[in-house]
């Protein structure tokens, strides 16, 4: 079946870890996404990549950071510099990105705690 | 940067009835989106309704798009418990390419049995 797989599902971390959420898609599409979502409230976009080796900034990049060194893997590392991580992370994909961006595909989530 | 403002916050209904959420946004868009979310999962796309676009089906679904108002909302129809989920608007670029969607804060639907 053709999806977004995100891994590991829940995931606690110590305070001063750096961790990597996975994100891999089989439906050969060009743009990827990563955004976290806190308790009652809507997305935030954290970065996107419309190709291959680029990704830019969204609106809270800091303490994030990213690699698209393949079109199907779009990881997320969470670095100790995230003040406040425990969040609900998304990732998605399209077709494609830019003003043409249609559907998203979403997987099923990363829950980081922070202990 | 939050676009979309969605309008109830939170909306409780018995199963049958109808259910209307409203999205409002603030500057110009290519498409606007609706997305599905039940709780502890990942957002399933519903419907997308681009700027020249004013009215859009999907089953028991509706979508009305007013770009003069910047507004958009959507009627869930015969409303079932199977719709008890939170839904939230998305907004497409309008210019530039930025390659960004912005969604709003959602609408928690509650669809009692």
């Known amino acids: 079946d053709g999806g977004i797989t995100q891994s590991p599902k829940y995931l606690f971390r110590k305070e001063g870890q750096n961790v990597t959420l996975s994100c891999e898609q089989n439906?050969?599409?060009?743009?990827m996404y990563w955004y976290r979502q806190d308790p009652g409230q809507g997305l935030r976009l954290i970065y996107y990549?419309?190709?291959?080796?680029?990704?830019q900034k969204g609106d809270i990049a800091e303490g994030y950071s990213v690699s698209r060194e393949k079109k199907e893997s779009f990881p997320l590392t969470v670095t100790s510099a995230q003040k406040n991580p425990t969040a609900f992370y998304l990732c998605?994909?399209?077709?494609?990105?830019?003003?043409?961006?249609?559907?998203?595909?979403f997987g099923e989530g990363s829950r980081l705690t922070v202990l | 940067s939050q676009q979309g403002e969605e309008d109830p916050q939170a909306l409780s209904i018995q199963e049958g009835e109808n259910a209307t959420m409203n999205c409002s946004y603030k500057t110009s868009i290519n498409n606007l989106q609706w997305y599905r979310q039940n709780s502890g999962r990942g957002l399933v796309h519903l419907i997308l309704i681009r700027s020249n676009e004013r009215e859009k089906h999907s089953g028991r679904l509706r979508v009305t798009l007013d770009t003069s108002k910047k507004s958009s909302s959507l009627l869930i129809t015969a409303s079932r418990a199977a719709d008890t989920a939170s839904y939230f608007c998305?907004?497409?670029?309008?210019?530039?390419?930025?390659?960004?969607?912005?969604f709003g804060q959602g609408t928690t639907l509650q669809v009692k049995p």
């Open positions: 998305a907004t497409g670029p309008g210019s530039g390419n930025t390659g960004k969607l912005i």
């Open positions: 998605a994909s399209s077709v494609a990105g830019g003003t043409n961006t249609g559907e998203l595909f």
């Open positions: 990549s419309q190709i291959v080796n680029d990704f």
């Open positions: 439906l050969n599409h060009d743009a």
